[in-house]
């Protein structure tokens, strides 16, 4: 019996190849692509998991409220509270600070430029990085030991082992000795902490200087809570220590008007979840990923699969007819209801199972593309998982009773004597059918909408003016073998009689997202006056100005004629002076660290940093003690290759060992807006998808109606209907659920695409005519599919479809 149901069904599906087709492709393409989505998303929402304590892990976090009564929450902490909390609060068992570092490592004259985190003992005893050699308890208890990772003790030691050997890390300007004290396993790709070796927090240059005060903060903090505290108790508790350590700066902002915060203090503090860490985009600068961007991913895949399972309930039922006359015979032969479902159910599992196997080769196929364009990690593994075998069986089991249950159900339903006395007779398209084909357009439509204003606003974050002029300006990072002062001046010295070069300064911060990976922030608040006052703070040298192209709007530029620029000179953004109130600050003074600088000039306003936060005011000082991170060339257009290579020359004059990673100014900005650039890709890929699917459905739907319209179309021309009122008559409500699909999509994409816009300080405004655009497209495309095979109808010679009445 189950070899004939087999015969049967293969046989069904190969007369009806053209439709079988449509539904393998649409529906291998749906699984490829939900497999390869949901992998990402499952892979991106078990970030920290692997932390056997993952769930009693927290970052702190400082909550307060902005003049302007907006939220101000940061991670950034003062070196004291670690320390403070641990021995205050029995409820902590651990507690260890975190810096982002990066380190020139040196043994035996070979450098190597490796993340070199600091952190404290308890790191290794809170996080699941299980320690491959070496003792726990004593790996970082001095102040020159170093924990190393596999990976890096492979680059150094290779096959020698590590633990007691000297190495060499370029700290606060000089090189200082560590000894090898244990190998940690390597962090893996779902770790929110990524490094190479770790070292003390008391090693950080600035320690012995702040250790002890708390309007200082460098670093995070992450604790752990004993087993059954419960979290949410232990942060109320924390108000009364922010009440004792923050005494001064609460009543500060109590005195200056400040309002309170959403808990009603002045300031709190908060315990983050470990596993929300990795989703928070406001306080990594901007190294976080979004939750929506993770639930974005989850709702294409169902979008395409549901597209999928449309087109293959639309098509069976479409298709009922051929099938009504095999029920009727069958029922009258004795064949149970259940049996006839089950034998047409089961051609929907092996169609199903087929395209399966089609969409996880398909899947593996383009899995090394998806990683590039997407940047992501998927591997071979990730498909292998029990968990991930598990769903996907428990899916397609799902998805095949989905999308061939009610078709089943509803051929099986026939009444085999009105079917054999031939009284069947195909009812106009129902409300399930028209229902369906208005939610696959809906889905293309609200994609197309989400593609266009994606791509608006990257294309607008890109060519806004930032206040500089960033092209043919290349940036190359100093690293941490060299002074920057004297780096700066070494180059300076090289390049200056090339023609190519026009122009030469130093920064402490680069501009867009570089090839070092790095980035920082200095920031001071401090008063003048009765005035409240936050700008950053930010590092240059001489010819900054012109190497960026920002003009000067008053007063002079930094000089070397004058020796106290480099001491007590600032210049100061338009947005700094209006945030002091002076119409003409030049000559006079701001005390943002207990030291007075002179404003010598005003500059315009520019974006030192993305476009998603509003630009802050900022204060240029060129003060000799700040470390020069980045040294920034303007060359001529002519001949931007050969200028690169000049600076690359100049570069492996002064540092023969360390590698040159210059990159153009215009490309690291670029670099800004990665997520948004992979979210355009997501959103255009999916909608092309989704077209394509949307449209083998409708033609299908089309052709199977033109079929059986095959006999009213010979006898409307008989009677004289010309070829365009067959093709309108024909192609007109198919129009009609594509009409209804916009009015359905529009407002949808126009709320989602708003609430994503919230995101960006600078956006664009959400123009009518996108949506113009959208369904102008869906409809031109649901046209040109059905009108095919309309006019194909229509040019039909009638003797042929009447001759047999």
């Known amino acids: 019996m189950f070899r004939n149901y087999l015969k049967v069904a293969l046989r069904t599906l190969w007369k009806h190849r053209t439709h079988t087709l449509i539904n393998v492709v649409g529906l291998s393409v749906a699984f490829g692509t939900c497999v390869l989505l949901f992998l990402t998303a499952t892979f991106e929402l078990s970030y920290d998991t692997f932390h056997t304590d993952v769930d009693r892990i927290f970052r702190l976090n400082f909550l307060s409220t902005n003049r302007d009564g907006t939220t101000d929450r940061g991670s950034t902490m003062p070196y004291p509270i670690s320390p403070a909390l641990k021995a205050e609060f029995p409820e902590i068992e651990g507690a260890t600070r975190w810096f982002d570092r990066s380190a020139s490592v040196r043994r035996n004259n070979q450098t190597y430029t490796k993340d070199v985190r600091m952190a404290d003992a308890d790191f290794l005893h809170m996080f699941s990085f299980p320690l491959k050699k070496g003792n726990p308890e004593t790996v970082m208890s001095g102040l020159s030991d170093i924990v190393i990772s596999e990976r890096m003790a492979n680059d150094i030691f290779g096959k020698e082992d590590p633990v007691g050997k000297p190495l060499q890390l370029r700290m606060n300007g000089a090189w200082q000795a560590f000894t090898v004290t244990g190998v940690v396993s390597n962090p893996p790709k779902k770790s929110t902490f990524d490094f190479d070796a770790i070292i003390r927090s008391d090693n950080a240059g600035d320690y012995q200087e702040f250790k002890s005060r708390w309007d200082h903060g460098n670093h995070d903090v992450y604790v752990q809570v004993k087993a059954g505290t419960d979290a949410q108790t232990l942060q109320r508790r924390t108000q009364a220590f922010m009440d004792k350590y923050f005494a001064k700066d609460i009543k500060e902002r109590q005195e200056q008007g400040y309002p309170k915060n959403e808990l009603g203090f002045q300031r709190s503090l908060l315990l983050q979840p470990m596993r929300d860490v990795h989703f928070d985009t406001g306080t990594t600068y901007s190294g976080g990923i979004s939750r929506t961007y993770v639930y974005t991913l989850l709702l294409i895949g169902l979008f395409i699969l549901a597209i999928a399972c449309i087109n293959f309930i639309n098509l069976t039922i479409a298709q009922s007819l051929s099938r009504a006359r095999e029920v009727g015979v069958r029922k009258s032969l004795g064949a149970q209801r259940a049996q006839l479902f089950g034998q047409i159910w089961g051609e929907t599992l ?336 999916a909608a092309g998808i989704a077209i394509l699917l949307s449209c083998m459905g409708l033609f299908s739907i089309a052709l199977l109606t033109i079929e059986q319209r095959t006999k009213e179309i010979g006898v409307r021309k008989v009677l004289g209907a010309s070829v365009a009122s067959i093709v309108t008559l024909l192609t007109k409500d198919f129009l009609k659920l594509v009409f209804a699909a916009i009015l359905i999509a529009s407002p949808l994409a126009w709320w989602a695409m708003d609430n994503w816009l919230q995101d960006f300080a600078y956006k664009i405004d959400i123009a009518w005519w996108v949506f113009a655009v959208a369904g102008l497209l869906a409809v031109v495309i649901a046209l040109l599919t059905v009108s095919y095979q309309s006019v194909k109808a229509a040019l039909m010679n009638p003797v042929k479809s009447l001759k047999t009445e």
């Open 350 to 685: 092996l169609l199903c199972f087929g395209a399966l196997i089609i969409g996880l080769g398909l899947a593996y196929a383009v899995l090394p593309t998806f990683n590039r364009l997407f940047r992501s990690y998927l591997t071979l593994d990730n498909f292998l998982t029990p968990t991930v075998l598990l769903v996907t069986a428990l899916c397609f089991l799902l998805i095949t009773l989905i999308a061939g249950g009610y078709p089943s159900w509803f051929v099986t339903r026939f009444n085999a004597v009105e079917v054999l006395k031939g009284r069947v007779k195909v009812s106009k398209p129902g409300v399930l059918r028209n229902s369906l084909i208005i939610t696959q357009f809906t889905i293309a439509c609200l994609l197309i909408v989400c593609t266009i204003i994606v791509r608006q606003q990257i294309t607008y974050l890109q060519q806004r003016p930032m206040g500089m002029d960033k092209e043919q300006v290349i940036s190359v990072p100093v690293g941490g073998e060299l002074n920057g002062n004297v780096a700066l001046k070494a180059m300076r010295d090289r390049l200056a009689n090339q023609p190519n070069i026009s122009a030469v300064s130093g920064s402490g911060v680069n501009i867009g997202a570089g090839l070092d990976g790095s980035s920082s922030r200095m920031m001071f608040g401090f008063q003048y006056g009765k005035r409240d006052v936050t700008c950053d703070w930010l590092r240059i040298d001489t010819d900054y100005l012109k190497t960026m192209g920002i003009k000067l709007l008053k007063g002079r530029d930094f000089s070397q004629a004058f020796s106290t620029d480099s001491s007590s000179a600032v210049l100061i953004t338009q947005s700094m002076a209006k945030a002091l109130g002076e119409a003409n600050p030049i000559g006079k003074f701001i005390k943002p660290d207990n030291k007075s600088y002179q404003i010598v000039g005003v500059v315009s306003d520019f974006n030192l940093y993305s476009l998603h936060e509003e630009a802050k005011p900022i204060t240029l000082q060129m003060e000799s003690s700040a470390p020069i991170q980045y040294i920034l060339v303007r060359v001529n257009p002519q001949n931007l290759t050969g200028a690169m290579e000049t600076i690359k020359s100049a570069w492996k004059s002064i540092a023969p060992k360390q590698e040159f990673i210059g990159s153009f100014l215009d490309e690291n900005t670029e670099r800004w807006y990665r997520k948004e650039q992979r979210l355009s890709t997501i959103f255009s890929t």
